[in-house]
């Protein structure tokens, strides 16, 4: 079951007053982290170095922090639990939902699941997915952004955090 997870002050320059919900260990929230991000159709140039992107996080052991919602995130993650670094997954929906395959992670205390949303909310939809975006924007000490399909709205998030972007 997913517990509420109040941030306090430690994390409060960085989502003031914002109640969480979250499966795993929490500490996570407190290490250098680094959100993944990408539009949802993405080139296969970028896709590739997105792709070694992820093989070097896994190899450095840092904390990545992504949505992993797009197919493209979808991979890295699956590249990232090939190893044993700090992974948080930021989900657009209530915590109802959590990949079985997950357990083994969350269990190891290397995965943390969280979400603004009460597990009544089902199902992501466009403004929470940019809402759970800007949360992980906010989190995140650095974000990479792996391809920005122009006009989108990712693009509009990155220009709100100009100093935290690198792109691949």
Known sequence: MAIQLYLGLRL?????????YSVGNEELLMLQKVAFLCS???????????????????????????GYHS????????????????IIVAMAQGLGRI???????ISAGRLLVISRYAESVTHPCESKCYQRNKMMMDLADQAVIAHVSPGGKLELLCATYPGKILFL
Request: charge should be positive; glycine fraction near 6%; hydrophobic fraction near 40%.
């Open 99 to 105: 990949a079985p395959e997950w357990g083994a992670h």
């Open 40 to 66: 949802r159709q993405v080139p296969e140039g970028a896709a590739a170095k997105a792709r070694r992107w992820a093989d070097e996080q896994r190899e450095q052991r840092r904390c990545v922090i992504s």
């Open 12 to 20: 409060a320059r960085w989502v003031k007053e914002a109640v969480m």
């Open 71 to 86: 197919p493209l995130e979808k991979a890295v993650l699956c590249r990232l639990l090939l190893g044993t670094q700090p």
